[in-house]
Each structure stands twice: as structure tokens, then as C-alpha cells.
């Protein structure tokens, strides 16, 4: 049995910054979009075990999310890490396109007609930078091949880039079954635009939102960056100030982080601008406190909504998910990749398209799935990623429901793990009891943190530099 240990200011429910405990526990690890991470990722899964994958999901019938990448971008932006190919060729985006027709329909193929697509997500690169032909078209194909919810419980959203898009882009995307927008802001300043290759005034991005309500889109999200070069936190207030205006239902805090022995884009960042860790730390404890104050929830990792959206509603009801596109409503679904290096996740199986846009258009060529690698997930990964999602979505596990849940005694299964939250409960990261974690509110911040002593592939030392940063 293990001890009760009760730490002294507990808030639960609410967000309580503690500088010296994040700067302690903020070490590398995975931001757990899924479990096993991509890093355990294998070739000797193969596009063969990916079909056995989808026929017997088809049994199950559970509904369908499409994930679509859109590798494109017109410039640079220094701090990026995603795969991303930056082009003006027209003709290079048009034979991309062909390419990934071509897959929809491999896929298409597979899945049995009556699963329903809840959820879309168009991602990149940037996928406004489809021309509005482009986007028709590409929307036609999925519709043609797979069936698309057309009512409103649908989620189709896309990351859209303030710089990429008309005045009619909204209207298009709305008619076109769009009813979520992500717009990639990163930062209002012109220093720190500029210092990072992406410029875009305030007026643009309010006009983007001003049309987006206009049509009737059901949710609108902010992405900003902390951490990048010339950033203070008075420079950042000013950019909280500007983005709580324009009234996101919601936003994402993201930390940079500077690798650029990674990602050459970053060589073009000079590490003498970049604001130092204690900077770092009082710019992101000043905006959490500046987004409460403005009425915000925060949801957990580095996402707030306003209280009515359906983030803060499914936290509320426990039916919060977490998947490859973050933070999410909509669970119990098989997610179909398509596109360079996308990350589908079909029953007990995840698969990754090849991230070389030259091998995965010659395997298309071949009629092939253009799948490389993924992973066939155990018995024993289903019940650490079951725990880790209920830390991070519900911030603790109750053992009893857990137990029942997964046919186990969680007390006796987990019992290394538990031996090794006694320094977390101690340090008022969580409440530790004979019955359930529960995160407290310092531990909020960390649930990266917690969520690992559940990773079984984090053994090592070199295992954790494979990830950034928590905070």
C-alpha cells in the first residue's frame, strides 16, 4: 500500500505557477499526440499489416478522421520544424496534388463506405496555399471517396496562414464544409516578424476573423510562439493585449525551441537574440496569468479556450481526447493519414507515410500505399497509453475505474511507477492516494512531466533527447 500524501495549497481545478519547480521538472519528453511515440516506430511494419489494420477495423465500424498534408509554404519561416517544402513552382504543388489524389483513393479503397469522416484536418507546410481551384478540387476527391459528415457535430478544420489567403478565402472554405480555422500567428511584433521571417500585420489577421464570424465558422484558434528572438515579456503582453481583442475561442502558447543542428531554417535565428530561460519562464507565467484574467480556461499543455467551447465542455465531462491534432472532442475514431510523412492511427496500429516527398510519390507511382514504417501496439502499450491519456485529458486516474476498465489491479500492475511518483506528490505536483492520482495545480504545467514515469521507452537518458523541451 502506499502512503496518502497530501500537499498543503492544493488548488484543483485552477493553474498555479511555480517558477523553481517548472525550471526543475521542465526536462525533454514527448508531448504524447500518441503512444507509443513516433520514435518507436518501426520499418518491419508494413503497408501489408496496415490493410490487415483497416479490414478488421471495418468490423468495428467506428467512425473515420482524415488528417490531409499539405507540404507547401511560399517563404521560409525560421523557427519552423514541420516537414514542409518551400516553393513558387506551380507545377511542383500540381504534381504533389496528383500524387495525393492518387492516395485517396488507394485509401478510400480499403475503408467500407458507411464509416462516417466526423473529422477533417487539413495541415502542413500550409494548406492555404492552395489556390481556390486547388482546394475544390482536392475537396471533391475526398468527398467523392470517402463518406463526409455534412451536419454540424462535423470537426473539419485547417491551419490557415494569415499571408495566404483573400478576402474570399473564408466564404470558400466555409461552403466547402470548413467550420474550424487555426491561424498561425506567432507574434504581433514587427522586431520579431521580421527577426523570424514572418510578417503579417494586425489588420490582416482581424480581417481573417472579422470574415470568419461572418460565415459562421464554429471556432477560431490562435497559434503563438514564446521564446523567439527579440521577445520580452512587455513585448509579448502587447501581443496577448492585440490577440485577447480580436476574442479567439482559442489559443495555443507554444515554447520555441532552438535546435538548430536539426532545423536549418533556425541557423537564421541568432541565439543571442533569443530571450533567456528566466525571460522565457516570467513571459509564459505572465500570459497564463493574463489569460485567466481575461476569462480563459486553461485545458492543459499549452492550450486555453474560452468557457463555452467544446474543449472546455468535453474537459468538463471527461470526454476530452488527445491525438495527432492535440487537444480533441472527438474520440473512438480511426484516423486515415494521407500526404508526406503523415501518422494514421488504425485500430492497435499506427502508420507513417515516408517523410521524402520523392519516395512517396514513386511509390504511388507503383500504385503502392506510400507507408513506411508504424507500429502494432501491445497489450501492454494500450494500458500505459490509456494512463497517460487520462493524465493529460483528465488530470489523474482513478485505480477502480482504470482496474475495471482494463481488466487489471492498477496498484499492483503500475506498482514500479507508483514507487516513483513519491517525489512528484512530495513536491505538490499531484495528490497520491491508496485510490488516484489527481494532479494538482502546480502539476498542471507538467503533465508531460507525470505523464512519463508511465513511459516505458523513456529508460534512458538518450531516449529523452529525442524530444523538446517541456516548457
Known amino acids: 500500500m502506499h502512503k496518502r500524501l497530501i500537499p498543503t495549497d492544493i488548488e484543483f481545478g485552477s493553474i498555479s505557477f511555480d517558477a523553481e519547480l517548472v525550471s526543475r521538472y521542465s526536462g525533454r519528453g514527448p508531448r504524447y499526440t500518441s503512444y507509443p511515440t513516433a520514435v518507436q516506430f518501426t520499418d518491419e511494419f508494413t503497408a501489408a499489416d496496415y490493410r490487415a489494420a483497416v479490414l478488421a477495423s471495418n468490423e468495428n465500424g467506428r467512425p473515420l478522421s482524415l488528417y490531409v498534408h499539405i507540404p507547401f509554404c511560399a517563404t521560409l ?24 489524389y492518387a492516395e485517396v483513393t488507394l485509401q478510400a479503397e480499403l475503408f467500407d463506405n458507411d464509416r462516417v469522416v466526423e473529422q477533417l484536418h487539413f495541415g502542413g507546410g500550409t494548406p492555404t496555399y492552395l489556390d481556390d481551384e486547388q482546394m475544390c478540387h482536392l475537396m471533391t476527391h475526398l468527398s467523392q471517396a470517402f463518406t463526409l459528415e455534412t451536419g454540424p457535430s462535423r470537426e473539419f478544420s485547417i491551419e490557415v496562414d ?149 474543449l472546455v465542455l468535453a474537459k468538463q465531462d471527461g470526454t476530452l481526447q488527445r491525438n495527432f491534432q492535440g487537444y480533441s472532442t472527438h474520440g473512438g475514431s480511426d484516423l486515415v493519414a494521407l500526404g508526406v510523412s503523415a501518422i494514421g492511427n488504425i485500430g492497435n496500429t499506427y502508420a507513417q507515410n515516408s517523410v521524402s516527398t520523392i519516395e512517396y510519390e514513386a511509390l504511388l507511382s507503383n500504385r503502392q500505399l506510400p507507408i513506411k514504417k508504424g507500429l502494432r501496439v501491445d497489450e501492454d502499450d494500450q494500458i500505459r497509453a490509456a494512463a497517460i491519456q487520462d493524465i493529460m485529458c483528465h488530470d489523474g486516474i482513478d485505480f477502480a475505474v482504470f482496474g475495471q476498465r482494463h481488466s487489471i489491479n492498477f496498484s499492483e500492475y503500475f506498482a514500479p511507477e507508483l514507487d516513483r511518483l513519491t517525489d512528484l506528490a512530495q513536491d505538490n505536483l499531484i495528490v497520491f492516494t491508496d485510490e488516484a492520482i489527481t494532479v494538482t495545480a502546480k502539476g498542471r504545467l507538467l503533465l508531460r512531466s507525470i505523464a512519463m514515469i508511465f513511459d516505458r521507452y523513456l529508460a534512458s537518458a538518450e531516449a529523452h533527447k529525442r524530444f523538446s523541451r517541456a516548457i
Do not use: W
Open 77 to 100: 519561416c525560421y523557427y519552423c520544424g514541420c516537414n514542409k517544402i518551400v516553393t513558387r513552382n506551380a507545377a511542383r504543388v500540381t504534381d504533389y496534388l496528383d500524387y495525393l
Open 162 to 310: 494569415p499571408r495566404s489567403v483573400h478576402s474570399g478565402s473564408m466564404q470558400l472554405l466555409a461552403k466547402l464544409g470548413f467550420n474550424r480555422l487555426s491561424l498561425g500567428i506567432q507574434d504581433f511584433n514587427p522586431l520579431v516578424q521580421r527577426a523570424v521571417n514572418r510578417i503579417q500585420s494586425t489588420g490582416e489577421v482581424q480581417k481573417l476573423v472579422d470574415d470568419a464570424r461572418k460565415y459562421a465558422y464554429r471556432s477560431i484558434s490562435f497559434d503563438l510562439i514564446y521564446g523567439l528572438p527579440h521577445q520580452s515579456v512587455a513585448s509579448f503582453d502587447t501581443t496577448l493585449d492585440q490577440a485577447i481583442a480580436m476574442r479567439p475561442d482559442r489559443l495555443a502558447i507554444y515554447n520555441y525551441a532552438h535546435l538548430p543542428e536539426r532545423f536549418k531554417g533556425q541557423r537564421m535565428i541568432h541565439a543571442k537574440d533569443l530571450p533567456s530561460a528566466e525571460t522565457k519562464l516570467e513571459i509564459l507565467r505572465h500570459t497564463i496569468e493574463k489569460l485567466i484574467d481575461a476569462g480563459y480556461v486553461y485545458i492543459g499543455m499549452d492550450h486555453f479556450a474560452l468557457p463555452e467551447d467544446d
